[in-house]
């Protein structure tokens, strides 16, 4: 992802319809990659984590296979909207508006664990850390949409 930002920060020199057409196309690719990423994860993480551990300690993993997975699900979310604020956002001078909406998830992240991980426990880490990067991606989303609409595109 960083290593896209050079490339599309190249683009701003081009008209703004033209610009959010190559980071459209780009990121459907690296959408693509995304995908790919959790699809390998949910398909190996029980055989990797037996292949590397014995019988009595992946027992014992059991219960955080839920944390896991749902930590890989963030992980996705996070470069999703990594993508959309660096490549999109910051690349193209609004980089203050990603600053306050990255601000936001992280408010969301910390009371969340403060109110969930006492109520429910560790599996209350990953959903304050998911429900941050949905608050951040529909922000990202609408920024994103506004743009579009200054830069008159249509999609």
């Known amino acids: ?48 984590f037996s292949l590397f551990f014995d019988e009595k300690f992946t027992m014992g993993l059991r219960p955080f ?18 993508f959309i604020g660096l490549q999109v956002l910051v690349a193209f001078g609004k980089d203050k508006v990603y600053s306050k909406y990255y601000l936001i998830n992280t408010i969301v992240a910390v009371v969340g664990f403060v109110l969930l991980l006492p109520r429910i426990g560790l599996i209350g880490a990953p959903l304050s850390l998911i429900f941050g990067e949905l608050i951040l991606f529909i922000f990202l989303f609408s920024a994103y949409s506004e743009f579009k609409k200054e830069a008159n595109v249509r999609t």
Do not use: C, D
Request: aromatic letters at 16%; proline letters at 5%; a positive charge.
């Open 1 to 48: 992802n960083q290593a896209l930002f050079p490339y599309i920060s190249e683009k701003a020199s081009l008209p703004a319809v033209e610009r959010l057409r190559f980071v459209r196309g780009t990121f459907k690719i690296y959408a693509v990659v995304v995908v790919l990423f959790l699809l390998v994860v949910f398909a190996l993480a029980g055989p990797l």
């Open 65 to 82: 296979m839920t944390v896991f997975y749902l930590m890989s699900v963030w992980v996705a979310m996070v470069m999703v909207n990594y």
